[in-house]
Nanobody, 121 residues
């Protein structure tokens, strides 16, 4: 079993910054990609940013130039640095991890519990 634990959410004023962390625990697997998604009230969950094991990143147009995703492979942790936050960034942020099990090479996707980010105007 893989567990993802997120931290770093909170309340911040517009223009401020927050850094989210997502730590994966468990054993006998390799992470090949991690991502951050968000879901605002009444809206569908959307991809914010993703990073593959080789370091390739992808961002939603709405956050390009403001958010940066990074990873610490040694500790199975992903980060989302969010700068110049806007009220429209308010949402519950979820991380996910795409993993491959060592024992059978099957792949799986796991999600964190979510962390609230609120940006006040």
């Amino acid at each position: 079993q893989v567990q993802l634990v997120e931290s770093g959410g909170g309340l911040v004023q517009a223009g401020g910054s927050l850094r989210l962390s997502c730590a994966a625990s468990g054993s006998r697997f390799t992470i090949y990609a991690m991502g951050w998604y968000r879901q605002a009230p009444g809206k569908q969950r959307e991809l914010v940013a993703s990073i593959a094991s080789g370091g390739t990143t992808d961002y939603a147009d709405s956050v390009k130039g403001r958010f940066t995703i990074s990873e610490d492979n040694a500790n199975n942790t992903a980060y989302l640095q969010m700068n110049s936050l806007k009220p429209e960034d308010t949402a519950v942020y979820y991380c996910n991890a795409r993993i491959v099990w060592h024992f059978n090479s099957a792949s799986d996707i796991y999600w964190g519990q979510g962390t609230q980010v609120t940006v006040s105007s």
